[in-house]
Structure formats: C-alpha cells, structure tokens
C-alpha cells in the first residue's frame, strides 16, 4: 500500500464525503477515487458504502482506519526520531495539560527545561480529559498531563503525584469560627463549584449522599477552573479545591482549608503517552522535571 493513499484514506473517512476531502486535499475528486479503488484492490475488500449523499466506512474500512493512523504514528515517530539523533534536546513538545498541573507543575518543569535546552519549543494546550483525550489518540499532542490516564490499549500512563481536593474557603469565612465543623455544619452555605459530571464535583455530591445530608448549594457554576480561587475570596463562597491553591502565594488569594471528616477527595496525576510511540529525549526530560517538580512542590 502507498503511504500517500492511507493518508488520503484517512481524510476521506475522516469528512465522509469525496468531494469535500478533494477540496481539503487539493486533489481532483476521480484521484481520490482510484486512491480507494488501489486499496480496496490491495485489501480485497470494499471500504465505503453509500449512506444518502456521503459515504461511510464498512467493517474492513474502519479496520483499514486503525492501521492506516498507526502507520502514520510510526512513520512520524521514525522521523522525528532520525532527526533527533545528534541534536540531543531540541525540537517541539507538544503537551495538553489539565488546569491545575498547568497551574503548579509546569511553570517550574518548563523552567528548568528551558535553561537546560534553549532550543526547545513548548505547545501546550489547556484543557480537561474529555477535551486532551480525542487529541493524544490523534496525535495533535505528545503527551496529555491529567487525572486520568486512558484506559484502552495503546497508551501508558506514569504517575507524577497525588493531588488532595478539600473544602476551601475565604480565611475569614464564619465557618472558620465553628470548633469542629461537620458536614451537617455546611448546609446553610452557598457555594461555587464545577457543574454535575465534572469528576470533583460528583465526589462531593456523593460524598453528602452517603451521609444523608443535603447536596450543597450551588450558586455559582464555573468549569474555568483557573477562577474558582478568585470567586472563593471574592464572594465569600465555599468550593471544593485542590490543596495546592491554599499553599500561601501560589493562588494569589487568602483561602483556607476547612476540614470536615471525609470531605479529601484523592486523585492521580499521571502524564499519559502512546505506548508505541516515540517520546523525543526533550519530552522524556519534561516528564522527569515534572515528576522533580510534583514530588518537590510545597505542602
């Protein structure tokens, strides 16, 4: 098979539609038809149906589909492999990171890395799982730092640090003036969280559940996570938070823990790769130094 035919392929299963990848290729519509005549020739099996005005992969195209992305993981691996021989730490990291390792480990990571190699060009893209996942298994990035790692085969995950989510609040929040404060204590607070399906916050509402206690209040909703520091200091609210933002100075705002029995949510920070993909020596020094640093880190 011509490895110019399976990236052709890949657009056409891509947008469903022949004379749209035409367009996006630059190429004449009846090219890319004999592209698909040459592989379903190689394959001895059709690869499209039609389906109204498009088309749509059959059983062998989707099987095509995984081998023809892996082919072109590994033919970009092998070069950009090539050309790192000799050039030692240079060349381009793309990262996706989740909010809060973008926040406390990478800024650190980032430094040491550049002063170590001045070359390097670092991408990054903020985001949650939902959003960095679809980018890792397409290869638009290198690595993906998160909670999670992916669960399917195909992909490895290292474990950089445990991160503790808690109940913060302004430090001077009446709930501070309470001795020992229960779940029981926080029902005729208000509070602003990430909405229902975001992983912390159906921790906590699980967590009231299992305690028959009433779910809290919600008067502020944010999935900028980045702002909820902000909102907490500036509202008088509470929030359900990594500890992190209550180291002092890291946040910029005045915020404590309020500890209640059974309300530390603990999760993974991982950075997760293609198991059968090349991790440039630039990307493996990231990792590291986002390891020192997660591991070193206040708190």
Request: net charge positive; glycine share 8%.
């Amino acid at each position: 098979m011509d490895l110019r035919d399976l990236q052709y392929f890949e657009v056409i299963a891509e947008l469903e539609h022949l004379g749209r990848a035409a367009e996006r290729l630059h190429r004449t519509q009846p090219a890319l038809t004999s592209c698909v005549r040459r592989l379903e020739e190689a394959c001895g099996a059709a690869l499209f149906e039609k389906t109204g005005r498009g088309i749509a992969l059959t059983t062998a195209g989707h099987a095509l589909l995984k081998w023809a992305q892996r082919t072109r993981f590994d033919v970009e691996s092998a070069r950009r492999e090539i050309g790192d021989i000799g050039r030692g730490l240079k060349g381009t990291i793309s990262v996706g990171i989740v909010p809060t390792a973008a926040q406390f480990l990478l800024p650190p990571a980032a430094r040491e890395l550049m002063a170590e190699a001045p070359g390097i060009t670092l991408r990054t893209t903020v985001g949650l799982g939902d959003i960095l996942t679809p980018l890792l298994r397409a290869g638009d990035i290198d690595l993906m730092v998160g909670t999670e790692g992916i669960k399917e085969p195909g992909f490895t995950s290292q474990f950089l640090a445990e991160d503790l989510i808690v109940v913060a609040a302004n430090s001077t929040h009446e709930i501070f003036g309470k001795p020992k404060p229960t779940l029981k204590d926080l029902r005729g607070y208000r509070w602003v969280l990430q909405p229902p399906g975001a992983p912390t916050r159906d921790w906590l509402d699980q967590t009231f559940d299992r305690h028959h206690q009433p779910r809290p209040i919600v008067q502020v909703e944010s999935t900028m996570l980045l702002m909820l520091p902000s909102l907490i200091n500036e509202t008088g609210l509470l929030s359900f938070i990594s500890r992190l933002h209550l180291q002092e100075g890291r946040s910029g705002a005045a915020l404590r823990e309020v500890q209640i029995k059974n309300t530390t949510m603990r999760r993974r920070m991982v950075v997760t790769y293609r198991e059968s993909g090349y991790v440039s020596p630039a990307a493996q020094r990231l990792i590291g130094l986002l390891a020192k640093n997660a591991t070193t880190r206040p708190g």
